[in-house]
């Protein structure tokens, strides 16, 4: 029992990362744009099945096919961000009119799938020659040993970058305090597309990743993990980044513990519970503050 407890918690932490780095992409997204990108997970399932395209047309691997996707994901995104920004901001409800607008591309975009891949699941090889390697007393899948260190080399270069260079310190203040920061003359509209960019190949990544740890691809899969990528902002904090990677630990360990003692059906469940008690306990999240914005 305590093999099975100690691999949970593993496995628990490897997919929490996985999860952080889906959560921060939502994050910095919301906390510049003030806007939540329901259409999150189907971005990211549509990451994983163009990895899937390009492995069975170029033969690349998932780890490969992160070289194509994180650049065409970017584009994407700036190309969006000023294709439905300006309309956005004109209306005159802009919250609810994001909403409907990323709710109409999450359908858009499951729908293509649909169109392309058709609804059979889809799969990957593993291009690891064992499938799981022994780590101490436990065995451990080798698909989320490397997609978890990967993620947690790609939230290391997004602190460094978010933390150590003056963009990424410009983004950080955005998301403190917008109108003070279009004060001192940073050009918001331009660092916002960045962001939206950067959220966008965020997630694209981790639809590669995705795929090294769960065998199957589904056209159904985007909106269980767009609503993980929100229930890991709420823990972690709305706007905060490094929360979003908090809050997946914590996401992940809930709902990997909680397999061993319960039916798997109800892991997700376990999961949400937190949530809502984070919420009536902390609604600001574990690394969030207190808005004081009018």
């Not at 691999?7 to 510049?32: D, E, K, R």
């Not at 970017?74 to 919250?95: A, M, T, Y």
């Not at 279009?182 to 331009?190: A, H, R, W």
Request: hydrophobic letters at 55%.
């Amino acid at each position: 029992m305590f093999d099975l407890i100690l691999m949970a918690m593993a496995s628990g932490l490897l997919m929490g990362i996985l999860y952080g780095l889906i959560g921060i992409g939502m994050n910095i997204i919301y906390g510049v744009m003030r806007v939540v990108n329901f259409a999150h997970g189907e971005f990211m399932m549509l990451g994983a099945y163009i990895a899937f395209s390009l492995h069975r047309i170029l033969n690349l691997n998932p780890i490969e096919s992160i070289a194509v996707v994180l650049p065409l994901f970017f584009v994407i995104g700036l190309l969006l961000f000023h294709l439905l920004n300006p309309r956005l901001q004109r209306s005159d409800d802009p919250e609810m009119a994001s909403f409907l607008t990323f709710f109409g591309i999450s359908l858009i975009i499951t729908s293509l799938i649909l169109l392309i891949w058709k609804a059979d699941p889809r799969s990957i090889p593993l291009p690891f020659d064992r499938a799981s390697l022994l780590l101490g007393p436990v065995f451990m899948p080798t698909g989320r040993l490397v997609s978890g260190g990967i993620c947690m080399l790609a939230v290391l270069l997004i602190s460094l970058f978010l933390y150590r260079t003056y963009t990424g310190k410009a983004i950080r203040a955005i998301i403190e305090n917008r109108e003070a920061v279009s004060i001192l003359g940073i050009n918001v509209q331009k660092l916002s597309a960045i962001v939206f960019g950067m959220g966008l190949a965020m997630v694209a990544i981790t639809g590669c990743l995705i795929t090294l740890a769960f065998p199957s691809l589904t056209p159904v899969m985007g909106q269980s993990y767009t609503l993980i990528a929100f229930a890991v902002i709420v823990l972690g904090g709305l706007g905060t980044p490094l929360g979003a990677l908090l809050g997946g630990l914590v996401y992940g360990l809930a709902e990997s513990l909680s397999s061993v003692f319960l039916p798997v059906a109800l892991s997700p469940v376990i999961a949400f519970l937190i949530l809502i008690l984070m919420v009536l306990v902390r609604p600001q999240g574990l690394l969030g503050k207190v808005s004081t914005r009018v």
